[in-house]
């Protein structure tokens, strides 16, 4: 069963780069140089903000599906152990 090339993005993206999951893979089995898999497998492209799923097809043709993902709710209550970014 093949799955998915999937890539998620915060709900104010509307450019994302990502690795093609099918050539990371494709590069590992065949003895290849990890450099050379992320060369290969680079794929960039656009999603228009008022748009939940998109394609984009990486250099050897595998399609990746870019999906926007909700934010996040915050925490009903503080918690002491949440790291604090100030």
Excluded: K, Y
Excluded at 46 to 69: I, Y
């Amino acid at each position: 069963m093949r799955r998915q090339n999937a890539v998620w993005v915060p709900p104010s993206a509307t450019t994302f780069s990502c690795l093609c999951e099918a050539c990371l893979e494709l590069a590992r089995s065949g003895g290849h140089s990890f450099l050379d898999a992320v060369r290969s497998a680079s794929v960039r492209g656009r999603l228009p903000a008022d748009t939940d799923v998109g394609f984009a097809h990486c250099a050897a043709g595998h399609e990746v599906v870019v999906r926007r993902v909700p934010t996040p709710l915050p925490l009903g209550r503080r918690d002491a152990r949440q790291l604090q970014i100030v």
